[in-house]
C-alpha cells in the first residue's frame, strides 16, 4: 500500500508515519523509486501498536522506542518484556528529601504485601518504588494505606493477572501483541473501576 493508504487505514497522518520513519520507529518501506515505497501489513500493525502506547499508554516516543527494542530483541523473555512496560509507567521519579523517609517506610510495607502474596517480583522491580511512592503520597494524605486495606485489592489483581498470563501461549508468543495487551488490559481495569467507584458514590451519596 502507499503511504496515504496506511495512513487511511491506521488513523495515523502522512506527516506523522514520515516522522516515524525518519526516527527509525517504523521499518522502511519497499523502494518504488525516487522518494517513493509501499508498506504492507507489518507497518499496519506497528502503527497500531505505536498508537496504542501514545494514547491510551500516554508513553512518550522514548518509552515507545524502549518498547520496540526490546519486543524486537529474542533474548528479553516474556517476564523481561513486561518489565520493560512497567519500567517506563512507573514515572513517580525520585522522592524529595522531605518525603524519602516516608517512602522508604513504605517500600518496606510493599515489601510485606509481596511476601504475603507469595508474588516472586526482583527486587528492582519499577513497580515496587512506584506502590511505595503512592503509599506514602496517601499517608500523607491522612487516606487508609494499612497493608490490610489492601488485602481484596492483591485478591482482585492476582486473579486478574493469573487470568491474562495464563491465555498466552505456552510457546511462539506473539511479543508485540502479549505487550499491547497487558497495557490495554490494565486500561481497561482502571474504567471499570472508575465506572464501580462513580455507582457507589451515587448510592452512598445520592444527589437530591
Known amino acids: 500500500m502507499r503511504i496515504s493508504d496506511l495512513s487511511r487505514q491506521s488513523g495515523v497522518p502522512v506527516a506523522t508515519i514520515k516522522f516515524y520513519l525518519r526516527e527509525q520507529l517504523l521499518p522502511p518501506g519497499?523502494?518504488?523509486?525516487?522518494?517513493?515505497?509501499?508498506?504492507?501489513?507489518?507497518?499496519?500493525?506497528?502503527?497500531?501498536?505505536?498508537?496504542?502506547?501514545?494514547?491510551?499508554?500516554?508513553?512518550?516516543?522514548?518509552?515507545?522506542?524502549?518498547?520496540?527494542?526490546?519486543?524486537?530483541?529474542?533474548?528479553v523473555p516474556v517476564t523481561g518484556l513486561y518489565a520493560a512496560l512497567h519500567q517506563v509507567q512507573a514515572s513517580s521519579g525520585e522522592?524529595?528529601?522531605?518525603?524519602?523517609?516516608?517512602?522508604?517506610?513504605?517500600?518496606?510495607?510493599?515489601d510485606r504485601l509481596i511476601a504475603s502474596a507469595g508474588w516472586q517480583v526482583p527486587a528492582d522491580a519499577a513497580t515496587r518504588g512506584q506502590l511505595a511512592t503512592v503509599l506514602a503520597a496517601m499517608r500523607r494524605l491522612h487516606c487508609d494505606a494499612s497493608l490490610s486495606f489492601f488485602d481484596d485489592y492483591v485478591t482482585a489483581a492476582d486473579q486478574l493477572a493469573r487470568k491474562q498470563v495464563g491465555r498466552l501461549p505456552a510457546v511462539e508468543v506473539e511479543r508485540a501483541?502479549?505487550?499491547?495487551?497487558?497495557?490495554?488490559?490494565?486500561?481497561a481495569f482502571?474504567?471499570?473501576?472508575?465506572?464501580?467507584?462513580?455507582?457507589?458514590?451515587?448510592?452512598?451519596?445520592?444527589?437530591?
Open 30 to 75: 519497499e523502494p518504488t523509486g525516487r522518494n517513493q515505497a509501499v508498506y504492507d501489513d507489518r507497518h499496519l500493525r506497528r502503527l497500531q501498536l505505536i498508537k496504542v502506547f501514545t494514547t491510551l499508554g500516554r508513553l512518550d516516543l522514548s518509552s515507545v522506542r524502549r518498547l520496540l527494542t526490546a519486543i524486537a530483541d529474542a533474548d
Open 95 to 110: 522522592p524529595t528529601p522531605d518525603e524519602a523517609p516516608a517512602v522508604a517506610a513504605a517500600r518496606q510495607d510493599v
Open 177 to 187: 501483541e502479549a505487550l499491547a495487551r497487558g497495557l490495554l488490559l490494565e486500561e
Open 190 to 208: 482502571t474504567a471499570i473501576h472508575r465506572l464501580a467507584v462513580e455507582h457507589h458514590a451515587g448510592q452512598r451519596f445520592p444527589s437530591t
